[in-house]
């Protein structure tokens, strides 16, 4: 697996004074965390579906899926693969809330916040923030491989009105 040559990097917000006693691990995380907030796509206005469980589902889904697309954006067939099956995965959820008689409008922002491009960070993100996104999930492929994440064609329906 090799690193992309250059890149870019975007200007780092300024941080606020810190508060007690900021270590500079502390400091340092603090940093990263709020770079990586700022590189990646803001998450779609949440719309309940009338089920919490589902809305929490649903959610749950979009956050591992975020990590599964970013962390194998390096190899090309297994984010392909990932994708593939997360976009059969979201039509099938589709076609259950609307089959639900789910409001419109919570069906809309389940589509938006779960494209691959929503869910993969910026262009400009820098390559050591993904990085550390990725260290933060050590064990996302073995995960994937084994089937331990939310699958919503198999779930879903049973938590819906």
């Known amino acids: 697996m090799t690193q992309p040559a250059a890149c870019p990097t975007s200007s780092a917000a300024p941080r606020p004074p810190a508060r007690g006693r900021a270590t500079a691990a502390t400091s340092g995380r603090l940093g990263l965390l709020a770079t990586l907030l700022l590189a990646l796509p803001a998450p779609a206005q949440v719309v309940p579906t009338g089920s919490p469980a589902a809305d ?18 390096l190899d090309a067939e297994a984010h392909a693969r990932i994708r593939t099956a997360w976009e059969a995965d979201v039509a099938t959820a ?16 389940f589509d938006a916040a779960a494209r691959p491009e929503a869910l993969l960070p910026t262009p400009e993100t820098p ?15 073995s995960r994937y ?13 049973s938590l819906l009105p």
Not at 56 to 73: G, N, P, Q, Y
Not at 127 to 141: G, K
Not at 145 to 157: C, I, K, S, Y
Request: aromatic share 6%.
């Open 56 to 73: 929490i589902l649903l959610s749950r889904a979009i956050a591992e899926h975020r990590v599964f697309l970013t962390c194998s954006i």
């Open 94 to 109: 589709l076609r259950l809330l609307g089959d639900r008689k789910i409001d419109p409008a919570a069906i809309a922002a």
């Open 127 to 141: 390559f050591v923030d993904l990085r550390a996104l990725c260290d933060q999930h050590p064990d996302w492929a």
């Open 145 to 157: 491989a084994a089937g331990r994440f939310v699958q919503l064609a198999p779930e879903l329906g």
